[in-house]
Nanobody, 119 residues
């Protein structure tokens, strides 16, 4: 059973920074990448960034390019999302997820961590 636990969310002023962490445990065989998603109230859950198991970022949404960085620490089984120059529109619940290679779908999810950005 795969378990994902996000942390690091909170309240920050516009222009500030936060680092989100996603600790993983359990067998993740068959997966090829991990992603960070976000969902604001009344909106769909969107992919923000993704990283392959070899540590190469594979995707950044246009709205976060140049401001967010996804990375992973194999020794700690943790994936990070470094967020800088935060804007009020970045406020959302952020989720990490594991993608299964065979289906191309993100099948395992964490519980989410809230990010609030004050203007």
């Amino acid at each position: 059973q795969v378990q994902l636990v996000e942390s690091g969310g909170g309240l920050v002023q516009a222009g500030g920074s936060l680092r989100l962490s996603c600790a993983t445990s359990g067998r993740t065989g068959g997966s090829d990448r991990m992603g960070w998603f976000r969902q604001a109230p009344g909106k769909e859950r969107d992919l923000v960034a993704a990283i392959s198991w070899n540590g190469m970022p594979t995707y950044y949404d246009d709205s976060v390019k140049g401001r967010f960085t996804i990375s992973r620490d194999y020794a700690k089984n943790t994936v990070y999302l470094e967020m800088t120059s935060l804007k009020p529109e970045d406020a959302a619940i952020y989720y990490c997820a594991v993608r299964i290679a065979a289906t191309g779908t993100y099948d395992y999810w964490g519980q989410g961590t809230q990010v609030t950005v004050s203007s």
